[in-house]
């Protein structure tokens, strides 16, 4: 059975950082791309980093991009999100993603697999 459980969201105030984490099983970690998305209500799923388990390329959101960083660790089959300099525009639940390949890819639709996703608000 393929899981992924996300752990590590909460609240802070701007300008603050949070650390997420996606533990993944049941699929050949190094075979897929770990994808970190965000929703808030009323909006479309968004595409916020990317990596994949076989060379560990990333790809980033222009809007994250340099306060951001996407990480794995393919012994533990873990991925994790650096969030630092956190806006307010940065608040949504927080979901990871399993894509099958090597392709990188900020768009959900190359996603087969999902978590429950994880609560991160950020105040002003």
């Known amino acids: 059975e393929v899981r992924l459980v996300e752990s590590g969201g909460g609240s802070v105030q701007a300008g603050g950082s949070l650390r997420l984490s996606c533990a993944t099983s049941?699929?050949?970690?190094?075979?897929?791309?770990i994808g970190w998305f965000r929703q808030t209500p009323g909006e479309a799923r968004e595409g916020v980093a990317c990596?994949?388990?076989?060379?560990?390329?990333?790809l980033y959101h222009s809007s994250v991009k340099g306060r951001f960083t996407i990480s794995s660790d393919n012994a533990k089959k873990t991925i994790a999100l650096q969030m630092d300099s956190l806006k307010p525009e940065d608040t949504g639940v927080y979901y990871c993603?399993?894509?099958?390949?090597?392709?990188?890819?900020?768009?959900?639709?190359?996603?087969?697999?999902w978590g429950q996703g994880t609560q991160v608000t950020v105040s002003s």
């Open positions: 990596i994949s388990g076989r060379n560990g390329s990333e």
């Open positions: 049941g699929f050949p970690f190094t075979g897929y791309a």
């Open positions: 993603a399993a894509s099958r390949g090597l392709g990188l890819y900020l768009n959900d639709f190359f996603y087969e697999h």
